[in-house]
Nanobody, 122 residues
Framework: VQLQASGGGLVQPGGSLKLSCASS????????VGWFRQAPGKGREGISC????????HYIDSVKGRFTISRDDAKNTVYLQIDSLKPEDTAVYYC????????????????WGLGTQVTVSS
């Protein structure tokens, strides 16, 4: 496994989580890294992506203002800060990386991490 996603958990509505996507094999600063999620009974949804250099960030409309993607090149890690969590954010969250932004946002990356479960419930 080249990517490791972590940081999920059980959170009450309105709470926050910070997910991490790390790699021991890939230099993530030169990759586009995307976050995806799959809710129970639903298909996988791409939600955010951060490019390599020059860096840019991208979000789907439904998470803008609540989700923040960032990277720490020294730690070779990409983060997804999730604020104001809602029950509909409950899903398994995955990260994926590829040198091509288009490949990542299209869900066609060959590099995927195992997911981390986020459950939002009171």
């Amino acid at each position: 496994v080249q990517l490791q996603a972590s940081g999920g958990g059980l959170v009450q509505p309105g709470g926050s989580l910070k997910l991490s996507c790390a790699s021991s094999d890939l230099n993530l600063y030169s990759y586009a890294v995307g976050w995806f999620r799959q809710a129970p009974g639903k298909g996988r949804e791409g939600i955010s992506c951060i490019t390599g250099r020059p860096m840019s960030t991208h979000y789907i409309d439904s998470v803008k203002g609540r989700f923040t993607i960032s990277r720490d090149d020294a730690k070779n890690t990409v983060y997804l800060q999730i604020d104001s969590l809602k029950p509909e954010d409950t899903a398994v969250y995955y990260c994926a990386a590829d040198p091509s932004f288009i490949t990542v946002v299209g869900g066609r990356s060959a590099n995927w991490g195992l997911g981390t479960q986020v459950t939002v419930s009171s």
